[in-house]
């Protein structure tokens, strides 16, 4: 799914088994038709996410490949801030942020907190029971996170 903020959609084309055919790309959202060329603004031909949506926080755009690899880019430009392997995947749940931090949930329940930025420092790995396809949600300072098997609800607050 396609990624909006600051007047800009990010859009993911798929890499089926990583063959390499997919790319990343960016337009300006005030076009009409096929905009793919008249209105893009940059075109990333690797870091292709096959089903995780990015999100975008801060003038910043954060993606996640099927086999773990994250990556952080400038909305406006594209530029890479930073890249790094998370796990080994697959990672399907789309990515979520709340709270200067960005939520990355790979299938086998693994998820990671990054700090939100330029850093890409990880902040904490934690682990859940439980086959993990769905995005994660966040709600008033709860994170939710559903496996086939049960709902976690997770909350800072003691």
């Known amino acids: 799914s396609p990624v909006a903020a600051d007047g800009i959609v990010v859009a993911t084309s798929a890499s089926p088994g990583g063959g390499g055919l997919g790319h990343v790309l960016a337009v300006k959202g005030d076009g009409q038709g096929d905009v793919s060329r008249s209105h893009q603004l940059w075109r990333l031909p690797k870091t292709t996410p096959d089903s995780s949506t990015p999100v975008a926080l801060d003038g910043k755009v954060y993606l996640t490949t099927d ?5 952080c880019v ?7 801030f ?7 995947g697959p990672f399907h749940a789309g990515l979520v942020a709340g709270d200067g931090k960005v939520y990355a949930l790979g299938l086998d329940g693994k998820c990671f907190v990054i700090e939100a930025g330029v850093s890409g420092k990880v902040l904490s790995e934690n682990h859940l ?3 993990f396809y769905a995005t ?7 994170i939710y996170l559903r496996a086939y098997e049960r709902l976690f609800a ?3 607050a003691k």
């Open 136 to 142: 994660p949600a966040i709600s008033d300072g709860v």
């Open 154 to 156: 997770i909350s800072g």
């Open 82 to 88: 930073w890249q790094k392997r998370l796990g080994t």
């Open 129 to 131: 029971a439980g086959t």
């Open 74 to 80: 400038d909305i406006k430009t594209g530029e890479q």
């Open 67 to 71: 086999s773990g690899i994250a990556t």
